[in-house]
Every structure is written in structure tokens, then in C-alpha cells.
């Protein structure tokens, strides 16, 4: 299976959902809390990590152009049911998420929308290590790793 990269759908979904049910879900775990204590989160930079195919001969620059392309406005607003809200410059879509021992996974109807490593809270910083492709037209493919950071 294909993973689809939530942020992309995010920037080219027109769906917009809103999540009424605010009742706090239980157990949360204390990354989960520190996510949801520091809502809302605004997308601050993006660190080149490692490259897993570059068919394209993209540069490490040309990929984080990419990626703050597509993560430029954007927010994050985690909830105490675990849903998340994640809003661009134009949409915005409610994922289910779950969060615990560094690793962060989004869901929708029970489908794995992504998941993200290193997920990491600290003060008023949220950083994670996500995954990013590219396809052109003649179908090259370029997937690459880097650390986004988002601040409160």
C-alpha cells in the first residue's frame, strides 16, 4: 500500500469536517496531553533528514522547498478526544490520532491516514521526523525524511 502523506491531503482536500464530540477520551498518554496542552501549533521550519529514493536528482534544498511549500500555513490543534485539526491557507480536515513513545499515527474511518517518528514536545516546541514524495510528470519519484518543528 501506497502511504499518502496526511499533509498533502491536507493542502489539496476540500473537505472540512468538524469533530462536536469534545468529551476527553481516556488514558491519555503524556505525549498525547503535552500535544493537546500546547494547541493550537503553527508550522515554524522543516530539516532535510535523509533521502530514501531520488529518481528526479532533486538537491536536499529543492527538497525542503518542497516540503515548506507544502507546510507553509499550516497548523495543527490537537483535542482531548484525539481528534487533531489541521488547517492550511485554504482547508482544513479532523483526523483521529494516537501518540506514544515517539511515534504519532493518524486515522480516518479507522483507515492509517500517516505516521510520524521522533515525535518529540519540549517547552513550546513540537517536532517530528515525517515523509515526503514527489512524482513528476514522467512518474520519477523522490522520497526524503525531514524534521518539521511547529511552535505555540
Do not use: H
Not at 72 to 89: A, C, E, K, M
Not at 133 to 152: H, P
Amino acid at each position: 500500500m501506497k502511504k499518502i502523506l496526511f499533509i498533502s491531503v491536507l493542502l489539496f482536500s476540500l473537505a472540512c469536517s468538524d469533530d462536536d464530540n469534545t468529551s476527553p477520551a481516556e488514558n491519555l498518554t503524556d505525549l498525547e496531553l503535552s500535544l493537546i496542552d500546547g494547541s493550537p501549533w503553527e508550522f515554524d521550519k522543516v530539516e532535510f533528514v535523509s533521502t530514501e529514493t531520488n529518481e528526479q536528482g532533486l538537491s536536499e534544498n529543492e527538497m525542503l522547498q518542497i516540503s515548506e511549500d507544502q507546510l507553509n500555513s499550516v497548523s495543527l490543534n490537537f483535542r482531548n478526544n484525539r481528534t487533531v485539526q489541521l488547517s492550511g491557507s485554504n482547508s482544513q480536515i479532523t483526523y483521529e490520532f494516537t501518540a506514544s513513545n515517539g511515534t504519532m499515527v493518524f486515522t480516518s474511518s479507522d483507515e492509517e491516514i500517516g505516521t510520524l517518528e521522533s515525535v518529540e514536545v519540549n517547552q513550546n516546541e513540537l517536532s517530528y521526523i515525517d515523509t515526503f514524495t514527489n512524482e513528476d510528470n514522467n512518474s520519477q519519484t523522490t522520497v526524503w525524511k525531514a524534521k518539521l518543528f511547529f511552535v505555540n
